[in-house]
Each structure stands twice: as structure tokens, then as C-alpha cells.
């Protein structure tokens, strides 16, 4: 299980509901990045097994959670099988197995790394999108607040 451990928790700085949306963001994409950096360092060792987080649940999570900040101006974080939500709205992930990762390690080790350092990529891009709207979020809410 994969949770802020060892890493900063960073409830808060959210100061509304669309701050700790992005919140979690960054923080699932610094999980994934530890889970896909795993699955490189770790491909030549025998019993190795490649993991992942799975983003589609975390999306469609996000997703409904956005829906009800936007219906009733509240936000609710709801569980999923590998996503929860705890007290205090600290994020935990199960890992699960990656199949297609395993299969590809086996039979073309080339290929296997190329999908982590795509997937890595992409995980990067969308944790600074993550990163940069919350900060011109926070810029635009000071400059309000100081005017």
C-alpha cells in the first residue's frame, strides 16, 4: 500500500475545495512516479513483478468528486477498490500487478522499458499541469486578497 509516507503531506495548502482536487493530483502522480521508477530499477532482478496505480479509477474518483463540488459546492472523496480516501482526506493507493508490463518484460525487455519511461513521461507532464494550475490558482487568490 502506498501512502504519504515519507513524503510531505500537503493538505495544507489547500484553502478550497479545487485546491485539495489538485492536491491530490500532485500527490498520486508523485506515488505513480515512485511505482513506475520501481518497475525500471528493479527489471532485471528474477522475481520482480511490475506494479502500477491505476489512474482510470483515480480519474473517474476525481471526477465524481468535481461533479458534486460543482452541484452542491462541497467535496466529496469517495473510495475506490485501490484509491482511499482517509480521515483527514490522506491518500492511500494499493498497487496492483501490471499484467501487460509482466508479459512484456518476459518476452522483450526493450519494450518494457520503453512503456515505463512512456508512462513516466506522461505522468511527469500531468503532475506539473497539476503543479502549475494550483500555483496560478494561489497567484490569482493573493492578488485578490491584497487588493
Do not use: W
Not at 504519504?4 to 484553502?15: E, P, R, T, V
Not at 473517474?60 to 469517495?78: G, M, P, Q, Y
Not at 518476452?107 to 496560478?136: F, G, P, T
Request: aromatic content about 4%; overall charge negative.
Amino acid at each position: 500500500m502506498i501512502g504519504n509516507a515519507g513524503q510531505m503531506d500537503l493538505s495544507f495548502l489547500a484553502k478550497d475545495n479545487l485546491d485539495e482536487i489538485l492536491i491530490k493530483v500532485v500527490e498520486f502522480t508523485r506515488a505513480r512516479h515512485e511505482v513506475i521508477s520501481d518497475n525500471i530499477k528493479s527489471c532485471n532482478l528474477p522475481d520482480f513483478t511490475p506494479r502500477r496505480l491505476d489512474a482510470e479509477e483515480f480519474a473517474l474518483l476525481i471526477s465524481a468528486a468535481l461533479a458534486e463540488h460543482v452541484k452542491n459546492s462541497r467535496l466529496v472523496l469517495c473510495d475506490g477498490q485501490s484509491v482511499r480516501f482517509g480521515i483527514g482526506g490522506e491518500l492511500t493507493i494499493e498497487p496492483k500487478i501490471d499484467t501487460e508490463a509482466a508479459l512484456l518484460r518476459r518476452d522483450d525487455c526493450d519494450s518494457y522499458i520503453h512503456l515505463q519511461k512512456k508512462r513516466l513521461r506522461e505522468n511527469i507532464a500531468n503532475n506539473k499541469l497539476a503543479v502549475a494550475l494550483y500555483e496560478q490558482k494561489a497567484q490569482k487568490t493573493a492578488r485578490v486578497e491584497n487588493h
